[in-house]
């Protein structure tokens, strides 16, 4: 949300000692700058960065050349980044050889799923039976009770149909969609900053981020639903440009050709159905579909459009924003953002509904017709009233969950990897497991689900950068990276005395390394500046993004479960809570 330089002002005619100073100037003492008078097309749209012609000229680069680079960078920087990724998160994916952490549960259920239509309860030594069997056993009959939706599973399930049931199989979906993520960042960033640079360096950063990896790596739930919240933030960026740029192009043209703010054209000019919002909808109804903390992203999302439509039309020179907002777009906004993510997330449970009604489908699917007869309801079909009554059972449980955990941890300590989660650990003898014949000692092998701490330490001083220039700055990209992780993050104070883990963190890891990135872009420096200030800030911003890849690289054997001496385990335990 930027304000206009040519606001009127309110204050012309007042007496001296009824002057008081506008927001704008209370502000300027904490660094606020109003934006300068321009085309209001480039304010609505600003144009993407292009490179330097000098640094084409000191490469030797023919400029039609350097255009055509610009031109395919777009796409192909960030194809490199996540072609990078990709071959890092596929690398070995089926080591560990095991059932690791709470893929007990979900590479389970995902099979049963995807050939019952509805979760089962597996004999207590199913985990050594599939894998001893290479995943040949047969599934069970009865029903189970399980507290997660089916969309997450069906994703698992997809890559077990394809590749088996096996450690492969179970993580093939969880690798693919934590690849993927990375070139959607890298694209959101592209669209966020306008530099397809900064745009990669996104990309880049969550590639190597620990926790990201191992989600990526691992069948759990989790990393998921980051893809599916990630989808939507970028189909919701999408839409923005696009409504924008309509706005833009509806504006009057003055004698010089730029285009100046007009109140009717602003305040009545339809933007259109929103192809791009509805589709966020859709990805907002997989998320909520996977697990239930996406109904906080769709609540935070939904009035971060609203705000972000208030504003074009405020630039574009509305005057009565708000009527013709909830008039206008915000009902069209309403149907695609909370009722379509309502019907996906309803048509997520058909494998359920259309289960026996019998005692012989899906858990609870009879309730309807036997504990639930009678009541006000009746009217409602069978299925919906079973389903409604599963759901209670599920909130219920959630809420109440207070079991304790070796591993379970409070969501303030989230953002400085304060307590990680172990979800593999083995101690094999000098050559065995990997365990170098030389090593004097046992080894360890450890899948530790754990941010790369260099990146999240340095990400807290980038959200206070990021609240700093959204508040004072007036930077609407600053405000949505901090909707973003407010979204996926706050909600859970809310629990505090929950049962909940670190790894819950990955749904918010992407806004963390646009955050990196906005505060490695001001420490280059802002165009205009100096060659030495851009030098020096270039090379500081580069020292740092060196050293986060080499923390990495560092902690590496703790990602994949490399066995390495108990020795090197311990130097890598830099906190006493990540044992």
């Not at 923005?240 to 050709?257: E, I």
């Not at 959630?398 to 070796?406: A, E, R, Y």
């Not at 706050?490 to 963390?512: H, K, S």
């Not at 001001?522 to 165009?527: K, L, N, T």
Request: with cysteine; charged share 15%.
């Amino acid at each position: 949300m930027t304000s206009t330089a040519s606001s009127p002002d309110t204050r012309q005619g007042q007496n001296p000692q009824d002057q008081r100073p506008s927001w704008q100037q209370r502000l300027r003492r904490f660094g606020y700058v109003a934006p300068p008078g321009s085309d209001v097309r480039e304010r609505l749209v600003p144009p993407f960065v292009r490179p330097n012609p000098r640094l084409w000229r000191v490469l030797g680069v023919p400029a039609t050349l350097a255009e055509r680079i610009a031109r395919w960078s777009a796409w192909g920087g960030p194809l490199l980044v996540t072609l990078m990724a990709g071959v890092m998160r596929f690398w070995n994916l089926g080591t560990p050889r095991a059932v690791i952490f709470d893929e007990t549960y979900y590479a389970k259920d995902s099979w049963a799923l995807v050939h019952r239509g509805f979760e089962v309860n597996w004999d207590k030594n199913a985990n050594d039976l599939i894998l001893s069997s290479h995943g040949h056993v047969a599934i069970p009959a009865d029903a189970a009770y399980v507290v997660h939706p089916p969309v997450g599973k069906y994703v698992i399930g997809l890559g077990e149909l394809m590749f088996g049931f096996n450690p492969f199989g179970w993580r093939f979906m969880t690798a693919l969609l934590g690849t993927l993520s990375v070139l959607l960042l890298c694209r959101i960033g592209r669209r966020l900053f306008r530099s397809t640079f900064l745009g990669c360096l996104a990309g880049g950063l969550m590639a190597v981020d620990g926790l990201h990896f191992v989600m990526s790596r691992t069948s759990l739930l989790d990393g998921v639903l980051m893809f599916f919240v990630l989808a939507a933030f970028g189909c919701l960026l999408v839409d923005r440009d696009r409504a924008r740029a309509r706005l833009a192009a509806a504006l009057p043209v003055d004698p010089d050709g730029r285009a100046r703010p007009d109140a009717h054209v602003a305040e009545t000019t339809w933007l259109g159905w929103r192809p791009w919002r509805w589709a966020a909808g859709v990805m907002l109804g997989l998320a909520i579909g996977t697990k239930w903390n996406g109904l906080y992203v769709m609540l935070f999302f939904f009035v971060m459009a609203l705000v972000w439509d208030v504003s074009a039309r405020k630039v574009a020179g509305a005057r009565r924003r708000w009527p013709a907002l909830f008039w206008g777009e915000g009902f069209v906004t309403y149907l695609a953002m909370t009722q379509v993510a309502a019907a996906v997330y309803l048509v997520s449970w058909t494998g359920w509904i259309l289960s026996p009604t019998n005692g012989s489908g899906g858990y609870f699917r009879n309730w309807a017709a036997t504990d639930g007869k009678g009541g006000h309801w009746t009217f409602l079909p069978d299925w919906l009233r079973s389903l409604w009554h599963y759901e209670h059972e599920v909130y219920e449980f959630h809420v109440n969950l207070h079991s304790p955990h070796t591993y379970m941890s409070n969501p303030w300590s989230w953002i400085v990897d304060g307590r990680p989660v172990s979800f593999f650990y083995e101690s094999p003898s000098p050559g065995q497991d990997g365990c170098p014949v030389n090593a004097g000692q046992k080894c360890a092998r450890e899948v530790l689900a754990i941010g790369t701490p260099l990146l999240w330490w340095v990400a807290c001083f980038a959200l206070l950068y990021v609240l700093w220039r959204w508040f004072f700055r007036r930077d609407w990209r600053a405000g949505a990276v901090a909707c973003g992780v407010a979204a996926c993050w706050l909600p859970w104070f809310m629990y505090q005395d929950r049962t909940i883990f670190y790894f819950y963190a990955v749904i918010f890891v992407p806004f963390l390394c646009l955050a990196v990135t906005m505060m490695l872009a001001a420490i280059v420096g802002p165009p205009g500046s100096s060659d030495t200030r851009r030098v020096a800030g270039a090379t500081g911003a580069g020292v740092l993004v060196l050293l986060i890849a080499w923390n990495f690289i560092y902690f590496w054997p703790l990602y994949t479960g490399t066995a390495i001496p108990v020795d090197d385990w311990r130097s890598r335990m830099w906190l006493d809570t990540w044992v």
